[in-house]
């Protein structure tokens, strides 16, 4: 266990959708990332929040947004979903002294 | 592009033997590499990892080795065992950022 939280853990829905996924940190970390995996390939990093501000914004569609509350856990809005949304969707924290990251479980979104 | 690539998707070998687990990467601002393991249903597990100052790093069986003139990585896992069967990641972060790179994975099955 990671101690890094993802709720849901599969999401079902249709296109033109808005959802909300969630994550909450290991304790005392500040960083959160967001990554997409799309059919078995590599993890693609989306966005990266510290302490409540946006510090790293990787490959992330306009369609999606992020933000990082006061007690640190952190939500990603996939609005106007498409088909191609459908991925494992995986957050991760890490202290901001080191490289490593530790992994949620995921949540697995179907976009139907 | 593929900024760091996993040329085999796919590596069988027996238990008890050597597992080697190979990566290139082609930024020259890399500085910072890790190896990810995921299991099905599961977030990549945090394994071992290796800064640019060095040219191996050792955990147990598993020995990352770091050619920095070829921008080639690879894992060594001795030995092999069934429960190490899971698809390995390879990552890199840039200096300054700590936002991850991922190539795309490679399956390893360890047959008993």
């Known amino acids: 266990d990671s101690g890094v939280t993802q709720t849901p853990k599969h999401l079902i829905t249709a296109t033109g959708q808005r959802v909300t996924l969630r994550c909450s940190p290991r304790s005392g970390d500040l960083s959160v990332y967001w990554y997409q995996q799309s059919l078995d390939q590599g993890l693609q990093f989306l966005i990266q929040?510290?302490?409540?501000?946006?510090?790293a914004k990787g490959n992330i569609l306009e369609r999606f947004s992020a933000q990082q509350f006061p007690d640190l856990h952190s939500e990603l809005n996939l609005s106007s979903l498409e088909l191609g949304d459908s991925a494992l969707y995986f957050c991760a924290s890490g202290p901001d002294s080191y490289n490593e990251q530790f992994f949620g479980p995921g949540t697995r979104l179907t976009v139907l | 592009d593929q900024q760091v690539k996993q040329n085999s998707p796919s590596l069988s070998v027996q238990e008890g033997r050597i597992s080697i687990l190979n990566c290139d990467y082609t930024?020259?601002?890399?500085?910072?590499f890790l190896w990810y393991k995921k299991y099905p249903a599961e977030g990549p597990t945090f394994l071992i990892s290796i800064s640019s100052i060095k040219d191996k790093n050792e955990d147990g069986r598993f020995t990352v080795f770091l050619n920095k003139s070829a921008k080639h990585l690879s894992l060594h896992i001795v030995p092999s065992q069934p429960g190490d069967s899971a698809v390995y990641f390879c990552a890199a972060s840039a200096k300054g950022r700590r936002a991850l790179t991922f190539g795309s994975g490679t399956r390893l099955q360890v047959q008993p």
């Open positions: 930024n020259s601002m890399f500085d910072y």
């Open positions: 929040y510290y302490n409540g501000e946006e510090r």
